[in-house]
């Protein structure tokens, strides 16, 4: 009787942890990192500052959350002050504050509000540009 405990104790302890290490990592897991700051955007403006989060390889689709600090988190806060209106400082830090901002935006453009800046979200949010002109609007991503 106790043997036939342990074993079911020790399964109930196993069996979700071999269940985790089967499930696969989700999409977003496997874009790289954003570090740094959007340099140049194309196309009316080509040549303007672009306030999006880039990865090292130059690629807009990457990913950050609580906790990155770079220019890269700078870029997003720009973003949400400037595009959406949030309330929050440009310090490059990833904290609760831009964490919480970021989840509005989340809900208002329909993407999942997790607070974390991945693919999904950067497919719908506009960004901040400053145009060769010197005008600045908030610009999709193509």
Known sequence: ???RKMVITASAVILPSLFLAVVPSSPASAAPQCTKRGET???????????????????????????????AVGALQHSLKYCYGKSISEDNNFGPAT????????????ADDDGV???ETRGKMVFSAVGTSRKTACYELP
């Open 1 to 3: 009787m106790r043997l």
């Open 41 to 71: 955007i194309a196309g009316d403006n080509a040549g303007g500052m672009l306030w999006a989060p880039v990865a090292a390889n130059g690629s807009t689709t990457c990913q950050m959350g609580s906790g990155s600090v770079s220019s």
């Open 99 to 110: 964490k919480s901002a970021l989840q509005s935006v989340q809900r208002q453009i329909g």
């Open 117 to 119: 800046y991945g693919p």
